[in-house]
């Protein structure tokens, strides 16, 4: 299942990165299984290169944030 699924929609990279970090902070402090933490922690580098492609110009340089 694609991502669209999961979050219901179109949800912007900042907000996805939020909410992958809060679970990941949960999933350790419940000591889930380090493989699930793991896929977690991608899934969160997945949406680092989201956010970035998202307010990066060609240049390099980035634009102001959506709002």
Do not use: P
């Not at 992958?20 to 699930?36: D, S």
């Not at 793991?38 to 290169?49: A, H, M, N, W």
């Amino acid at each position: 299942m694609n991502d669209a699924y999961w979050w219901g929609g179109h949800v912007d990279a900042k907000t996805r990165i939020k909410i992958a970090r809060n679970l990941l902070n949960n999933a350790i402090e419940m000591n889930i299984n380090k493989k699930v933490i793991f896929k977690i922690s991608q899934k969160i580098d997945e949406y680092i290169v989201m956010y970035y492609r998202e307010y990066e110009d060609l240049k390099g340089e980035f634009r102001k944030e959506k709002k």
